[in-house]
């Protein structure tokens, strides 16, 4: 015989022999338990660590560190239920359907841990947030202003991502990889998950980077020598030359890591874009919050001073001297009226609000020289443009009514306004904390020029504004003298009327381009401060300055006052020029002088005119005219009262619903598809197959309670391998090894006998009755009924999380081989 020639091994029957039992370990735990891969280790540590290294790309749009919490939180319950499953021997869906489970059981911790019941346990609103940021989170994020802090879900964002690519590598590595040759490109898979949260990490995040020289190198590195170390290479050799091809391996991956370090710092410092020509989602995409769908806030100034006048509107604390309360700032102007601008129209303009949370944004351009905190509590205020104090830095709401709207706070940064689009509304308290811009004089402006500040394009500014704004600066030489001389010429040469009866002449409403034009056309400029505020800030932009509209609260704030009461009458606007480096300088142009000089002219006598005689009027009855009315005299409180839960039975639910909702679905799931499969095999096909079916459902039983089902194996190779395994469950309790009652083992417990019947419906060559069907099934259950009971309350549960894959034993022969010629007959 050639050496290079083996003999054949001959096939037979072998036998499984009886597992003994480990004294330290129950015998129903010591089959469900598998151990996991030692290779499938250290891909899942590779795995998890540049999983990491994506998570921390969204550092940029988070500002803390919470998101890395989430993220390792998602790593830990992705990782673990993948691997648990596995030394568990449960089946794919099982697996999937327990880590959904445990996404949701221990997700609050580490996303939400305010929302949770005693710190720990899943609430409803933390289950609700669990499922709304895993769906939503990804929109939000992208239009969220950073830091990203509202909605109170967005920390499930990369915990949820993070369990994801941990629940699908572990998966992968431990139950596909296994038994395979440790290709490039099949070690390769497993990198798709990282890459991608690291690219979510960029794309995600804002045009500012976190370490992205140092996370890119390190993520390139570990990957490919993770590769290289992983690529399965059989060596034979003795121990020098396994030494020295151990020393080869050791040098290339240094010299891969130097060459990389190097590569990275070298070509990624020239190639790596500057920061504003970063492509991040959140600068392509649009806000989905349109203020133009609201009037502009400056076209009902005249409410304030008239409808609003006595009305009590704010109490503001911790205001001081000089300060206001700022409710809008507009840049852009139709002819009509000015209002902020379109988001389409500017990118990042003053029409641009994003969702904020609690800490807001820094604006561009601004200088600030105190902080300011003040507490507002709404009073009479209805409306969406929230008033704040300077740049706010946070802002926190201190009552129920408002905590709950808080996810709709909007904010834009450059012009300092914030809104809810839910509207504010009486009772609503909350506290602003905020920059003040410095103030400057006159003098040290001087040698100052405007900012370089992109606004909309004014439209349709009358001829009269340009005209009066080149003969207002006169022959001043800098942007604060010119500016100056506008502003002191509109106060000493106008007059002060909001249109009141008490007023001593009238003052039309609105700020359109005739409006603006009679302003300067009549007599006498009269006016108030919607007028000459728009006004100066027309003239400002013909003579191409960075000019806006600012409307708010100043009111008259006295020394050492507690609580300040703001009304209608508070209500003001000014105008709002930028300078380089120095912010947003406020000019108040409107007059204080209300005396305005009597027109001289004489009016036209009215001529009398002829009388004429009206026909009698004809009144009806009064009787007629009325009819019952029938008086409701229930309370409105009473009749608009909807059901409520209590807060207790809330809890209940919480606490005890959903727990069960999330551990019965996946068990009812489960259940579904067993008798499905089960139904199928009992009842569809012919007589012979459905007789299979029953060995199927016996084989399957008996794999989801634990037991080693033999593949390519015959019926009664498989039933010799159960039984052996199933008399070992049937040990006396001292562990010695000897059944306990051999005569009652042998009738309920043999498996033999059931194998040969179906194999001799399946293989006999004649036409299978429905009683041989059902005596195979009703042998069939009645073996894995007792199996069950032997096999411990431990496995019992688990086989309810398993479903074994079906396989078909209907075209496996007596001797357990497969193809051609071994079917049925």
């Not at 960075?546 to 009111?555: D, I, K």
Request: charged share 20%; proline share 7%; glycine share 10%.
């Amino acid at each position: 015989m050639s050496r290079f020639t083996r003999p054949r091994p001959t096939t037979r029957a072998r036998t499984a022999p009886a597992a003994r039992p480990r004294p330290d370990r129950p015998a129903g735990l010591r089959a469900a338990w598998r151990p996991f891969p030692r290779a499938a280790w250290t891909d899942v540590a590779v795995l998890s660590l540049l999983s990491l290294l994506g998570v921390l790309g969204l550092e940029t749009s988070f500002g803390d560190y919470n998101f890395l919490v989430a993220g390792l939180g998602g790593l830990i319950v992705g990782t673990g239920i993948a691997v648990l499953g596995y030394a568990l021997r449960l089946g794919v869906v099982t697996s999937v359907l327990a880590a959904i489970l445990a996404y949701f059981l221990l997700g609050t911790p580490f996303t939400m841990p305010g929302e949770a019941l005693l710190g720990v346990f899943p609430s409803i609103s933390s289950t609700a947030g669990l499922a709304l940021g895993a769906v939503f989170g990804w929109k939000d994020i992208v239009t969220l202003g950073t830091p990203v802090e509202a909605p109170y879900y967005m920390p499930v964002l990369p915990y949820f991502a993070a369990w994801l690519i941990a629940l699908v590598g572990t998966m992968l590595a431990s139950r596909w990889l296994p038994g395979r040759r440790r290709t490039v490109w099949r070690t390769g898979v497993l990198l798709i998950g990282p890459v991608l949260l690291y690219l979510t990490g960029i794309l995600m995040g804002t045009d500012k980077t976190f370490y992205a020289g140092l996370r890119g190198v390190a993520f390139a590195v570990v990957a490919i020598v993770w590769i290289g170390w992983r690529r399965t290479k059989v060596e034979r050799a003795d121990a020098a030359g396994a030494a020295r091809l151990l020393r080869r391996k050791l040098l290339g991956t240094a010299t891969l890591v130097v060459g990389a370090v190097l590569i990275g710092a070298l070509v990624g410092g020239v190639l790596a874009p500057e920061t504003k020509d970063r492509f991040v989602l959140r600068e392509e995409i649009q806000p989905p919050f349109d203020p133009l769908e609201f009037p502009s806030p400056l076209a009902g100034f005249r409410q304030f001073t008239k409808t609003l006048a006595d009305t009590p509107l704010f109490s503001v604390t911790g205001m001081q001297p000089g300060e206001t309360l700022r409710l809008a700032s507009m840049d852009a102007y139709d002819g009509k009226l000015w209002n902020v601008a379109a988001a389409d129209t500017l990118v990042n303009g003053s029409g641009s609000f994003r969702l904020v949370g609690r800490t807001i944004p820094e604006p561009a351009l601004v200088t600030s020289s105190a902080n300011s905190t003040v507490t507002v509590d709404v009073v009479g205020y209805e409306d969406v443009w929230l008033p704040v104090i300077g740049y706010p830095a946070t802002v926190d709401f201190d009552d129920a009514g408002s905590q709950e709207e808080a996810e709709t706070l909007r904010y834009n940064a450059d012009s300092g306004t914030a809104v809810l689009t839910t509207g504010v509304e009486p009772g609503y308290e909350y506290t602003v904390n905020a920059m003040l811009q410095q103030t400057y004089r006159d003098e040290d402006l001087q040698d100052v020029p405007v900012a370089d500040v992109t606004q909309p394009a004014v439209e349709n500014i009358p001829d009269v504004v340009v005209a009066k704004a080149i003969e207002y600066a006169g022959t001043a030489d800098t942007p604060i003298d010119s500016l100056r001389a506008i502003e002191q010429a509109l106060k000493t040469k106008g007059f002060l009327s909001h249109g009141l009866a008490s007023d001593g002449i009238p003052s039309r409403a609105g700020h359109g381009a005739d409006r603006i034009n009679e302003l300067f056309t009549r007599t006498q400029m009269v006016g108030d401060e919607e007028q000459y505020a728009a006004a100066m800030a027309l003239m400002a932009r013909s003579l191409d300055y960075p000019a806006r509209v600012v409307m708010g609260f100043a009111p008259d704030v006295p020394e050492d006052a507690g609580t300040v009461e703001i009304t209608g009458t508070d209500v003001t606007a000014w105008v709002e020029v930028a300078f380089e480096g120095v912010g947003w300088v406020a000019f108040y142009p409107t007059p204080d002088q209300t005396d305005v000089p009597q027109d001289q002219t004489p009016k036209p006598k009215t001529e009398p005119q002829p009388q004429v005689r009206q026909p009698p009027r004809m009144d009806n009855e009064a009787d007629d005219l009325l009819t019952a009315v029938e008086i409701d005299d229930t309370k409105d409180e009473d009749k608009d009262k909807d059901f409520e839960l209590p807060g207790w039975a809330w809890i209940v639910i919480g606490s005890i619903g959903i727990p069960l909702i999330l551990i019965g679905v996946p068990f009812l799931v489960i259940a579904a598809l067993k008798s499905r499969r089960r139904r199928n095999r009992r009842t569809k096909g012919t007589g012979d197959e459905r007789a299979a079916g029953a060995w199927s459902e016996l084989a399957d039983g008996f794999a989801e309670l634990g037991f080693e089902v033999p593949r390519a194996s015959s019926r009664r190779q498989v039933a010799v391998s159960l039984e052996a395994q199933l008399a070992a469950q049937l040990l006396s309790p001292d562990g010695t090894g000897e059944i306990v009652d051999a005569a009652e083992f042998v009738a309920p417990h043999r498996l033999v006998p059931v194998a040969a019947s179906v194999d001799s419906a399946v293989f006999g060559g004649e036409q299978v009755s429905d009683e041989v069907v059902e005596s195979n099934w009703t042998a069939a259950l009645a073996s894995l009924a007792t199996a069950g009971e032997s096999a411990g309350r431990l496995r019992r549960i688990l086989a309810r999380f398993r479903l074994r894959a079906k396989r078909d034993w209907s075209q496996v022969n007596l001797r357990g081989s497969r193809g051609p010629g071994t079917g049925r007959r």
